[in-house]
């Protein structure tokens, strides 16, 4: 069975940073196919992808990251971990981490790649 559970939120002011941290159980983060990404969603708006990761490729990022966001792996603790600087108000949301197992790299960015969820973690953000 499958779980991945986030941890690392908290209240920030803007301006600074913080980073999270999900921990894979029965998922094999090397897998050759596999993807794990991070998405965001906010009160009221629909749940956004923020960076995706794929086993030897680039990763993703989402326009509104623009460099401020750093998504990364440590295949020894089976982790997937968020850098996040320059955090801003908007940056305000439930963070969730999603693993898949058959993933296009291409399409990091879809939600349709990803078939397991972690509950989530809040980041709030105040000015």
């Known amino acids: 069975q499958v779980q991945l559970e986030e941890s690392g939120g908290g209240s920030v002011q803007a301006g600074g940073s913080l980073t999270l941290s999900c921990e894979a159980s029965?998922?094999?983060?090397?897998?050759?196919?596999?993807?794990m990404a991070w998405f965001r969603q906010a009160p009221g708006k629909e749940r956004e992808a923020v960076a995706g990761?794929?086993?030897?490729?680039?990763?993703r990022y989402a326009d509104f990251v623009r460099g401020r966001f750093t998504i990364s792996q440590d295949n020894a603790k089976d982790s997937l971990y968020l850098q996040m600087t320059s955090l801003n108000t908007e940056d305000t949301a439930m963070y969730y981490c999603?693993?898949?197992?058959?993933?296009?790299?291409?399409?990091?960015?879809?939600?349709?790649?990803?078939?397991?969820w972690g509950q989530g973690t809040q980041l709030t953000v105040s000015s």
């Open positions: 990761s794929y086993y030897d490729r680039s990763p």
């Open positions: 999603a693993a898949g197992k058959y993933c296009n790299s291409d399409w990091l960015l879809r939600r349709t790649e990803y078939t397991y």
């Open positions: 029965g998922y094999n983060i090397r897998s050759g196919s596999g993807c």
